[in-house]
């Protein structure tokens, strides 16, 4: 067999603990299917006396990652610290440079700085590999590179946080406030740091720009995407999307339009009946349009560190396969040619960096789709036919619309003398929605903010 790929991880929370966990468990297995062991010889974190439940004293302590990302003793990089600035960045950036594969579950680096590092990667002949940065275990990322290598995609959406879809979930199913329910996705390990950055809806905009680049062939460009989080979502808009056969989730969607690639993430109700309605609690689900295997849906644990150390483990198991550690390599392998003869991937986003385009970004203002819109409106004679002129001045065509007695119980606390009205549109476009609902807030015939929730075929 051959010699061991040898790991050095920087950053030991949920992750990293949980990594080390599986290696060890997984041993016999792993050098079984890479041909050779997999030993984590080296590791980097801020506390040293910390107990992370796992055993570390086989194992060199750094307390720089930059120093732990250049150590001559390492095969592989693996990088679980976080951010997308420093010391993260200049950590990967320093082990890629020194001609080391890097395994990162560091969605906001790649979101900032994916191209310039997978160029890094291209020119050192290294691997970059982030399967673990979009959907924890499910193996996305690979799907798009290699498995539909092959097919042109149309749209790729998906529910990308755990957390978000956790909220969504005991709020729909156990009727718990969002405050509540948040804390508890944050006691079990699903909610990032800052957890306004989870339900803000920023953590799925990251994953959507690396899949978008991976699907689309574009420069990762997180700031061309539309953002909008869950924190204004309603216990009466979860009950009415009940009732009307929907459910509301998070979702990324990056889609091919003809003026450019639309890349959104907002609430969305889908039909109670799709596939991916039926993804619940922290569980992410990705689906692809693809021509001639449409829809293809993967379904599995998105937050988490089992789940996101599977995902980083599978990364480390590519390189094993694929590269003899460069050092190694350097003295055994090097051979008359001069040339590294190892294989490894080294177009992280399935296309040399330079064949990646710019992306044209198709404006918000014209995603065309059906609406819910939930206005609070005066009780008075006139008010829906007001409303109901405002829509039609911008041809909007209502497929429904239910205006609820004050007092049914299934809305927020009624404003004296207002009632919930919910409209569910045709097809119309987003313009269209944002000045019909101005003219009707000129009108004076709603108190408060119009609730719009758009919908997604599936
Ligand atoms: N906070 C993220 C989530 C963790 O809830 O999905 C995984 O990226």
């Known amino acids: 067999m051959s010699q061991p790929l040898r790991v050095g991880v920087a950053g030991l929370g949920t992750v990293g603990a949980a990594l080390i966990a599986q290696v060890a468990r997984q041993r016999e297995q792993l050098a079984a299917r890479c041909g ?10 801020r506390s040293r006396v910390k107990n992370r439940g796992v055993d570390l004293k086989a194992m060199k302590w750094f307390s720089d990652p930059v120093a732990l990302a250049r150590a001559p003793d390492i095969d592989v990089f693996v990088e679980l610290i976080g951010g997308a600035g420093d010391p993260a960045k200049s950590a990967v950036a320093a082990a890629l440079d020194a001609g080391k594969s890097v395994v990162t579950a560091n969605k906001a680096l790649l979101a900032k700085h994916g191209v310039k590092l997978a160029a890094l990667a291209e020119k050192r002949h290294v691997a970059l590999n982030f399967e673990a940065a979009v959907g924890g275990a499910i193996p996305i990322v690979k799907t798009l590179r290699e498995g539909l290598a092959g097919n042109a995609i149309d749209r790729i959406y998906g529910i990308l946080n755990g957390t978000c879809n956790y909220i969504l979930t005991r709020m729909e199913q156990d009727k718990m ?30 994953k959507l720009s690396i899949l978008a680049s991976l699907a689309f062939g574009s420069k990762v460009d997180q700031r061309a ?11 009466a808009d979860l009950a009415a999307a009940d009732e009307l056969g929907y459910r509301v989730k998070l979702l990324g969607v990056a889609v091919k339009t003809p003026i450019g690639i639309e890349q959104r993430v907002h609430p969305t109700m889908v039909r109670k009946d799709s596939a991916i309605a039926q993804v619940m609690g922290v569980t992410n689900a990705v689906t692809v349009d693809a021509d001639g295997i449409n829809p293809l849906t993967l379904v599995g644990p998105g937050a988490g560190g089992t789940a996101t150390a599977s995902a980083v483990l599978s990364d480390i198991g590519d390189v094993a396969r694929t590269q003899v550690g460069y050092t190694r390599l350097a003295h ?11 294989c490894v991937r080294t177009e992280p986003f399935g296309r040399p960096t330079a064949r990646l385009t710019s992306v044209r970004k198709a404006p918000m203002q014209r995603h065309a789709g059906g609406y819910y819109i939930r206005l609070q409106a005066r009780d008075k004679p006139g008010t829906a036919a007001t409303i109901a002129k405002r829509l039609a001045q911008q041809d909007i065509s209502l497929e429904s619309i239910v205006q609820r007695h004050a007092k049914d ?13 919910i409209l569910i549109t045709y097809a119309t476009s987003e313009d269209a929605v944002r000045k019909a609902l101005a003219a009707v807030g000129r009108d004076r015939v709603i108190s408060g903010r119009p609730q719009v929730i758009r919908i997604e075929k599936n």
Do not use: M, W
């Not at 050779?36 to 974190?45: K, Q």
């Not at 995407?225 to 216990?235: D, K, L, N």
């Open 225 to 235: 995407i539309y953002v909008e989080g869950i924190s204004s979502i309603a216990p």
């Open 409 to 421: 119980g299934s809305g927020p606390a009624p404003k004296i003398g207002s009632v919930p009205v």
């Open 177 to 206: 406030a969002f405050a509540e329910c948040l804390k508890e996705a944050q006691r079990l390990g699903y909610a990032e740091a800052d957890p306004t950055f989870d339900i803000e809806g920023h953590d799925t905009a990251q």
């Open 36 to 45: 050779r062991s997999i030993e984590i010889v080296a590791v980097c974190a």
């Open 332 to 342: 055994d392998r090097l051979q008359n040619s001069g040339k590294p003869e190892f």
